[in-house]
């Protein structure tokens, strides 16, 4: 799969943005340069929901949450965004449009999932009918409240949730009497009894449900079109219209991820969500963990299996990719009849991804090992930097996980790597992800500088609107400073020192660099600089002229 192009109608401070990903024989990573709050995160973030989700109805939850900012116009049809996926050299656009969800009866879709709800949680609730029996029984039984009615009970009351404000549920809850219980058992079982009744009314209209759902869908498929899910409060409906295959689609959106710090805004996560990340909590507090950003960005990683964070643990994926790649060399031998080499390669590799330390794979112990080269000594995983094991992480993932012909989107992946290694970047994720397409967002001008220049998207901020820009040439030059200043738009120098370079010019035109003032100024630049710097040479070489 590759990303071609991606069109954004209207969201946040993207209006009418196009961005392009032309594929070149140069390069398959492509990077993003912009200011801080320039649209980088947010795009990559938007290209991943509207990618990876839309095909899983437990996954479009995320595809709501992102939209839920959306400014709908009152248009009865409105634009939202278009993809143009290449696939086995055909290109395949993905159109998504909202509309009104008054409009072609859309909320049947939403009358079908409650009515479905309803039903499981009926049949869930049929299969306590027995327990409820039991418990009556051994109520009688024992005529007293034994340990396990009383557990039972109250199992049974957190189960039917609906039943907890009853006067006589509170009575259980804080020490009721037999005649409570038994009340109580007499209710629940009339109160199933009649749920099975209402299931059959309820299975009747599922069945209606279907048949017009299988309508809407019929019209809906003669304009190449499919529903995805209402928005914004279900006020609307959001739909694809693509020519590209079922199984087509599906393949695409398991081969969409997304990978970022965990201190990201993630604004496909809920707003409660994402109010967790400007909280401050009691750690003291024993619900802390459970009531934490970080405890809800974990559960979304859960449900969202192409979305990762850089805090992943080096060792356990590579435990993981060790267990994978047994499992690949076993399937070898099974269909070839000798064994296959993913183990060894997986080996080799591990040994010799750090130049002053190798890691090897203890099996008795299973455990993963690192060791200095110069002593053989022995490491924790502690004593390896962040930048180490970040990028430990990032190559296991991408070398022994994901799959080819992913799109892999990576956001300040820069963040604790050293300059050397950022300026290695872009050729090592060639090879790692075996020139899978891959599109990073950074602040690095190592990463700018090392990006093909065709690759490099530059996003500006006018007026609030992000206008996006493809390079047409190669940059002046590939120095730091060059990009620094002409790519993402900062200073090269200090601005201060700057000033003061112009101030003492200004005194050698006017002939005072020998004045109090111009000696005083020159030791102030020299507490920053050399006097052999190229300022102070230059400075020189013009006063050789007067």
Not at 22 to 31: A, D, G, L, P, Q
Not at 33 to 58: P, R, W, Y
Not at 166 to 177: A, Q
Not at 314 to 343: C, F, H, P, Q
Request: aromatic share 10%; hydrophobic share 35%; proline share 2%.
């Amino acid at each position: 799969m590759l990303l071609k192009r991606v069109e954004i109608e209207k969201f946040r401070n993207f209006e009418k943005a196009v961005i392009d990903f032309n594929k070149n024989s140069f390069s398959s990573v492509f990077s993003i340069a912009s200011v801080n709050g320039g649209g980088k995160s947010t795009l990559l973030q938007f290209i991943f929901v509207m990618l990876h989700c839309f095909m899983d109805d437990e996954k479009k939850q995320y595809i709501q949450n992102l939209l839920e900012c959306i400014d709908i116009e009152k248009l009865e049809k409105q634009k939202c965004a278009t993809f143009v996926i290449s696939e086995n050299s055909q290109d395949y656009k993905l159109e998504y449009t909202l509309v009104s969800a008054d409009s072609h009866h859309y909320d049947t879709f939403l009358d079908l999932k409650d009515t479905q709800s309803k039903l499981d949680k009926i049949k869930v609730r049929e299969k306590y009918y027995d327990l409820v029996t039991e418990l009556e029984y051994e109520l009688e039984k024992n005529n007293r409240i034994t340990p396990f009615i009383e557990g039972e009970t109250k199992r049974l009351l957190r189960f039917f949730d609906d039943l907890k404000d009853s006067n006589l549920s509170y009575k259980i809850l804080n020490g009721g009497t037999i005649k409570d219980y038994q009340k109580f058992y007499t209710n629940l079982g009339a109160r199933i009894v009649s749920d099975k009744i209402g299931s059959k009314m309820l299975e009747t209209t599922l069945a209606q449900l279907r048949e017009e759902i299988i309508e809407l869908e019929k019209a809906l498929k003669s304009n190449n079109s499919r529903y995805i899910c209402h928005i914004r409060g279900n006020k609307s409906v959001l739909l694809l219209k693509t020519e590209m295959p079922t199984d087509l689609l599906i393949d695409l959106s398991n081969k969409v991820f997304l990978n970022g710090p965990n201190s990201q805004i993630y604004h496909f996560m809920t707003k409660e969500n994402r109010n967790k990340l400007f909280q401050l909590f009691d750690i003291s507090n024993r619900y802390y963990s459970l009531n934490s950003y970080e405890y809800d960005l974990h559960s979304v990683k859960r449900g969202l299996t192409g979305f990762f964070t850089y805090d992943m643990a080096s060792t356990e994926l590579i435990k993981k990719s060790i267990e994978k790649a047994l499992r690949r060399d076993k399937r070898v031998k099974l269909e070839t009849n000798e064994w296959g080499t993913n183990y060894d390669t997986l080996s080799k590799d591990l040994y010799d991804f750090f130049l002053d330390k190798y890691i090897v794979y203890d099996e008795e112990s299973n455990e993963i090992v690192f060791r200095l080269r110069s002593s053989n000594q022995r490491l924790s995983t502690e004593d390896l930097s962040h930048g180490e094991l970040k990028k430990l992480s990032i190559f296991i993932w991408l070398k022994h996980f994901i799959e080819k012909g992913s799109i892999i989107l990576m956001d300040e992946i820069d963040i604790a790597l050293h300059p050397k290694w950022l300026y290695e970047l872009i050729t090592d994720l060639e090879h790692w992800s075996g020139r899978n397409q891959v599109v990073l967002a950074s602040h690095s001008p190592q990463i700018i500088s090392s990006t093909y220049y065709k690759n490099i998207i530059k996003l500006e901020n006018v007026d609030s609107i992000v206008q996006v820009k493809h390079l047409d040439r190669p940059p002046l030059d590939r120095d730091i400073n060059a990009i620094i200043r002409t790519i993402m738009d900062a200073p090269d120098f200090p601005i201060e020192l700057l000033e003061q370079h112009k101030k003492y010019r200004k005194l050698i035109e006017e002939g005072k660099h020998d004045s109090e003032e111009g000696r005083a100024l020159k030791a102030e630049i020299l507490e920053h600089e050399s006097e052999n710097s190229a300022f102070f040479q230059d400075i020189n070489f013009d006063l050789d002229l007067l």
